[in-house]
Nanobody, 115 residues
Framework: QVQLVESGGGLVQAGGSLRLSCAASGILSIDAMLWYRQAPGNEREFVARIFSSGRTNYAASVEGRFTISRDNAKNTVYLQMNSLKPEDTAVYYC??????????WGQGTQVTVSS
């Protein structure tokens, strides 16, 4: 059974930093690992993606402030979030795309940025 377990969310002041982690288990072949977020009343939106090759993509709203990285040996993805803004407040979800094409999701972790 594939499981994604996120950690690292919390409350931080604007301008601060947080590091999210997501550990995947029960799966061997991963194509990409991603972070999404969903603020109250909004649709879930893409934040960042990292492929098994190491190639990364970011949403324009976080480019230059967030960094996604991955430990392939541990099947763990990280999201370093710097210069946080109140508009970054959301539930952050980890997702992975298996080599089979199937998509899996974590349970989400709350990030709250106070002004």
């Amino acid at each position: 059974q594939v499981q994604l377990v996120e950690s690292g969310g919390g409350l931080v002041q604007a301008g601060g930093s947080l590091r999210l982690s997501c550990a995947a288990s029960g799966i061997l072949s991963i194509d990409a690992m991603l972070w999404y977020r969903q603020a109250p009343g909004n649709e879930r939106e893409f934040v960042a993606r990292i492929f098994s090759s190491g190639r990364t993509n970011y949403a324009a709203s976080v480019e230059g402030r967030f960094t996604i990285s991955r430990d392939n040996a541990k099947n763990t993805v990280y999201l370093q979030m710097n210069s946080l803004k109140p508009e970054d407040t959301a539930v952050y979800y980890c997702s992975l795309v298996a080599r089979s094409g199937r998509n899996y999701w974590g349970q989400g972790t709350q990030v709250t940025v106070s002004s």
